[in-house]
């Protein structure tokens, strides 16, 4: 497999792109790591340049507050963390006979196979984060487990589907997805807003919520057992 595929996290990308990029590298390759028999060691080193990557790259996104000296530490942390990612790719993911082709397409390398690989069934759930923001909306993060603090989409997810209903204070929530009335979104992104509307003020949204594999629906994760409620400011 070596030469097929390459670290997808390159110096053009943008802020935005580099950051949603490397957090689906990394978690990937920590779910993976194992069965990919990739070092301990290795995949601590990742997750620790990860950790101190994140937050220097949150301190720059409000430009009323940050600092040049915020900027230049992005910028240098940055560039040692794509320069491991890279020399991490070349020698755990790239030439490793253990990574199926299909999921070294999660990691996003690019296959010389131009038909692309099924991926697996989704087994987990996503963990949410949920706030009420004035005006009716209602505000959510995604993450794959209940350790990490940022938001982050599953490696076999295209996106996060949401079902949910706007429940009259003092009713009683839905019991499941199919429940009559329910509105679904689907968001491609792990942090998306939800408008309810002032007109809904004091009543409760329920939310369910599941991983979607968009081309292989049947791959999908199961949903949530339990709405996630939130009154709706």
């Not at 937050?55 to 940050?66: A, C």
């Not at 900027?71 to 020399?87: F, N, P, S, T």
């Not at 979607?212 to 949903?223: K, R």
Request: glycine share 8%; proline share 6%.
């Amino acid at each position: 497999m070596s030469g097929n595929t390459t670290s997808p996290l390159g110096t053009r990308l943008s802020n935005d792109n580099f950051n949603n990029g490397q957090g689906i590298y990394v978690n990937g390759v920590v779910t993976y790591a194992v069965a990919w028999s990739i070092s301990a060691p290795a995949v601590a080193a990742l997750v620790a340049r990860r950790a101190e990557y994140e937050p220097l790259y949150n301190k720059i996104q409000d430009k009323n507050t940050r600092t040049k000296n915020d900027v230049v530490a992005h910028r240098r942390c940055r560039e040692i963390y794509e320069k491991e990612l890279r020399d991490f790719h070349n020698k755990w993911i790239d030439g490793n006979d253990s990574i199926p082709a299909q999921d070294k397409m999660i990691l996003g390398g690019r296959e010389r196979d131009i038909e692309p690989s099924p991926r697996g069934k989704i087994h987990s759930t996503p963990v949410i984060g949920q706030r009420a923001l004035d005006g009716g909306s209602i505000e959510f993060w995604v993450r794959v487990t209940t350790d990490q603090t940022r938001p982050s989409m599953h490696p076999l997810a295209d996106a996060v589907e949401c079902k949910y209903l706007i429940v009259p204070k003092g009713e009683m929530p839905p019991e499941d997805p199919d429940a009559s009335g329910i509105k679904t979104v689907v968001s491609k992104k792990a942090r998306f807003i939800i408008s309810c509307g002032v007109k809904n003020a004091g009543d409760t949204f329920y939310g369910f919520f599941r991983w979607v594999n968009l081309t292989t629906p049947a791959n999908s994760g199961d949903w949530t057992t339990k709405p996630k409620g939130v009154v709706i400011a």
